[in-house]
Every structure is written in structure tokens, then in C-alpha cells.
């Protein structure tokens, strides 16, 4: 391919290497980069509802404390 440079006025050879070929090798990082990527989203998702469970939980427990000094 050929390129017109605007900075020297020329028309020169593409040296731009291309990507057009993915080797095993990368594709095997590729695939294991999508994996830990979607592990990770999903952990990420656990410990969201594992927080929200606590802060329900410690609410209950506030309440449950709150309505026993009511009582006495």
C-alpha cells in the first residue's frame, strides 16, 4: 500500500505493520484475559449483594435494639 506524505510531498511505502493474523498464543491470552475479566465483573457482583446483606442486616439488628430499649 502507498502513502502520500504530506510532510515531504512524496508518495512512500505503508511501513504501518498490520495486524491480520492472531497467533495461538494470543488468542489463548485473549480468551483468558475475557475470562478473569468476566470472573472478575461477577465477583465484583457478590461483593455488592454481601454488602448490601450486611447493611440490611445491621439495620435489623438496630431496630431489633431500638424496640428493646422501648420496652424496658
Same mark, same amino acid.
Given at each position: 500500500?502507498?502513502?502520500?506524505?504530506?510532510?515531504?510531498?512524496?508518495?512512500?511505502?505503508? %511501513? @504501518?505493520?498490520?495486524?491480520?493474523?492472531?497467533?495461538? #498464543? *494470543?488468542?489463548?491470552? !485473549?480468551? =483468558?484475559? %475475557? @475470562?478473569?475479566e468476566?470472573?472478575?465483573?461477577?465477583? #465484583? *457482583?457478590?461483593?455488592? !449483594?454481601? =454488602?448490601?446483606?450486611?447493611?440490611?442486616?445491621?439495620?435489623?439488628?438496630?431496630?431489633?435494639?431500638?424496640?428493646?430499649?422501648?420496652?424496658?
Open positions: 500500500m502507498t502513502v502520500y506524505s504530506r510532510r515531504e510531498g512524496k508518495i512512500v511505502a505503508d %511501513k @504501518r505493520k498490520k495486524v491480520t493474523e492472531v497467533s495461538s #498464543k *494470543q488468542a489463548k491470552e !485473549l480468551s =483468558k484475559v %475475557k @475470562r478473569l468476566a470472573e472478575n465483573r461477577k465477583l #465484583k *457482583q457478590e461483593v455488592d !449483594l454481601l =454488602k448490601k446483606w450486611q447493611r440490611f442486616l445491621a439495620e435489623e439488628h438496630q431496630q431489633g435494639i431500638d424496640s428493646s430499649k422501648d420496652s424496658d
